[in-house]
């Protein structure tokens, strides 16, 4: 019984617990994130980065009805750009510019060795995944992109919307739809998985994602959260980003 005690009592004394911060991000990130904050808890094994992916417009409305996030990184600067007007977040910071797929599952019977902007036309299609353009960045991006090539009547009854960009691209690599217009950083992770395959949408033919995130006013972890943001900025992080398929800024 003693033994048990002492042992208890080493356990708690040599025991500590990690300091937390909390961050909104646009599901288009998941990946390219899920690596960037293993490797950061990894050089910060005192800090845990507990993270929540979604569509940047709903994280934009739970801010500003109090959600407790200390860090939020949108699809689109436009979110957090409003959050700093309104006073609850400090300085905008682009940390990336997206890009666009079309994308269909691995077996599909659309142009299997070649995807084109007109495989979105084949007869086989009769669902196209998007993000709801109502909130997520990638939605009105595709329906952007649809406009510009004169087929958004065509297709518009064909359009299923995922609650975020996350959510289209799994519809495409489940079969659920034969097509999507997804970015680019889920696409390159499900054709390493052998899921899909996909064509890049040329960047004029759609509004630039221009992606920013931003340190909310309400954290009371600021140093924190300053550590996390710099790495994100770093040559290591920049390349991760990069490696999934985002351009970043210069510098």
């Given at each position: 019984m003693f033994a048990c005690v002492t042992f208890l009592s080493i356990n708690v004394a040599t025991?500590?617990?990690?300091?937390?911060?909390?961050?909104?991000?646009a599901s288009n990130l998941k990946f390219a994130m899920d690596d960037i904050i293993r490797i950061f808890e990894k050089k910060k094994p005192d800090i845990k980065v507990e993270i929540v992916y979604g569509s940047s417009g709903n994280f934009f409305n739970q801010i500003?009805?109090?959600?407790?996030f200390d860090l939020y990184f949108s699809a689109d600067i436009k979110y957090p750009e409003e959050l700093e007007k309104r006073g609850l977040s400090e300085e905008v910071t682009v940390y990336a510019f997206g890009r666009m797929v079309v994308m269909a599952p691995v077996d599909s019977v659309i142009e299997k060795k070649k995807l084109t902007i007109k495989s979105l036309l084949h007869t086989a299609v009769k669902k196209i995944a998007i993000a709801?353009?109502?909130?997520?960045?990638?939605?009105?991006a595709a329906v952007a992109f649809l406009k510009s090539q004169n087929i958004y009547e065509t297709l518009k009854?064909?359009?299923?919307?995922?609650?975020?960009?996350?959510?289209?691209?799994?519809?495409?690599?489940?079969?659920a739809a034969e097509a999507g217009i997804i970015a680019l950083s889920l696409a390159i992770k499900a054709?390493?998985?052998g899921r899909v395959l996909f064509m890049e949408i040329p960047a004029e033919t759609y509004p630039t994602l221009e992606q920013g995130?931003?340190?909310?006013?309400?954290?009371?972890?600021?140093?924190?959260v300053n550590e996390f943001s710099y790495f994100m900025q770093s040559k290591e992080g920049r390349g991760i980003l990069m490696r999934y398929g985002f351009n970043v800024p210069e510098g």
């Open positions: 025991s500590k617990e990690k300091d937390v911060i909390l961050v909104a991000a500003i009805n109090g959600a407790p709801n353009p109502a909130h997520a960045p990638y939605g009105k009854e064909k359009l299923v919307l995922g609650e975020n960009i996350s959510q289209a691209a799994q519809f495409v690599e489940s079969g054709k390493e998985y995130f931003t340190i909310l006013t309400r954290t009371k972890k600021y140093s924190l």
